[in-house]
């Protein structure tokens, strides 16, 4: 194993360098997100900003994170599976999600960290080797070459084995932000862990499809978990009116989706004179009870993650993220200075807060003190927004609901769930949502609503059109939901429902969501607005066979498509 390291501290390695050159592979190809470039791969550059360099870096992390899974996965056929491997193999996996982590050094890091815990694992490995059992070594034809995602020369395996990938990506952040809350499940690492194993077997086609299915239900576990976490920890997310106007004092923006970072953040703000707001997805924090007990908790300003740039520079205060999605602010940029990191995101010259190893708290004072400093935010808007029908809320409305389909005043729930992006083409879904008669509900949770939770949708008489669950791991309320009408109609599946899902995905929290509703068994999902350019061909063909998964095409056509 290679350790590399120089004086300024840990760098890329030469030898991974070179095993690209060697392989005449492209030192940069990225195709995991929704906005790669021309829809086919970033070469070079990333659309997100993210570097040839900390490409590299992720392509080296993800390759050490196999093996470091493979490793523990042997040790845990033989009882001795290492709790903190699982831990660096989830941060690790969280940090490569596009828009998370953007700070090289950090990366190198964890790098670093994954290799010294693999050096440690393989040495255990070897010591309980013995002749009925080969080494874990010898179970895969594993090359360092396997590096670069190109490597796979078959398409349809490649598309397959990055697949799980990204899934399993979605999966480990759902985990993370659980552990914050100290909620773990040991079975879901070991089940990401099995799947990473997979990508680097000699495997068919057909043992990969089953084990995309099999992260899909990995998925569902982990959005169960943090759905645990997030309720037991701070109650069941109720109807709730969220203030969008500024205040007249200083404040700190919370962007991303760890409720445990804001819980800490409001403890320690509170009396300091200065008011927390919400941004992007972590508006839904707003429909729990336990922070309404927060006065100085204000609202949400501004709208998705992409107007960052634009939103950023008016709030006059400091940003605190937490995860994903972060846009590497402009050089000339005018808060570049206020913004802060914690978790496993990160951004270069940003301040990163960490938690003290002893305590297990984090020290926000520093944000605190640079918040006092500022001026109070712009306007950006005013009004309220209406949200938190997440499963605990519809169960309350379920009879309600149930009566109003029986008497025809609801034809249809479609679901508009997952993730906002810049590509124009998005508006598709502000017009989709106007476009549906007022008989149909909307149900969301992620970003994706920014696109239309505030037009002046027509009300459908007692229900708002638009029902909030919450963050995109809130899919997993949208399911619960489902289930809980088709029990309450009488239907024998989540299909027989009169339910049309229409998903926006932008990054790999969206394509375990994806997965996780296929391992349940839901069809006709129309994924737009492009279709991921990891899938080739002929994975596409089976997932449309299996799953009639579809595309969209124009606002109007799909409006009278699906909803009919
Ligand atoms: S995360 Fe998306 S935008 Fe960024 S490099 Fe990868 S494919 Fe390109
Ligand atoms: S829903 Fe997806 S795109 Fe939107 S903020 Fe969450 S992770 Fe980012």
Known sequence: MCLFQNGNGFSIGAIEKNCKTKINCIVMFCFQCQETAKNTGCVSVGVCGKSEDLSSLFDDLIFDII??????????????????ASRLITDGLFSTITNANFDQDAVCEKLYAVRKKLSELSEMANKADSDDCPSFNC??????????ILWEKDEDIRSLKQLIIYGVKGAAAYCEHARALGFEQESIYAQIEDALCKTREEVSVEELLGTVLQVGQTGVKAMALLDKANTSSFGYPEMTFVELSAGERPGILISGHDLSDLKELLEQSEGKGIDIYTHSEMLPAHYYPYFKKFSHFKGNYGNAW???????AKFNGPILFTSNCIVPPKAESSYRKRIFTTGSCGLEGATHITKDPVSGKKDFSQIIAAAQKCNPPEQLEKGKLVGGFAHHQMSILTDRIVNAVKKGVIKRFVVMAGCDGRHTSRQYYSDFAQEIDKSCLILTAGCAKYRYNKLA????????????????????????????????????????????????????????VLLALLSLGVKNIHLGPTLPAFLSKNVLSVLKDKFNIGTITTAKQDAINFVR
Do not use: H, M
């Open 139 to 148: 179970s895969a034809n594993v090359t360092r070459e396997r590096v670069c």
């Open 306 to 312: 992409w107007k960052q740039q634009e939103e950023f």
């Open 67 to 84: 093996e470091l899974a493979a490793a523990n996965n042997y040790l845990r056929q033989k009882n001795a599976g290492d709790l903190a």
């Open 457 to 512: 949708l027509t009300p459908n008489g007692e229900f708002p059109r638009v029902l909030d669950a919450g963050q995109c791991n809130d899919c997993y309320s949208l399911i619960v939901i489902a289930d809980e009408l088709r029990k309450a109609l009488g239907l024998k599946t989540i299909n027989d429902l009169p339910i049309t899902f229409n998903i926006a995905w932008y990054e790999q929290k969206a394509v375990v």
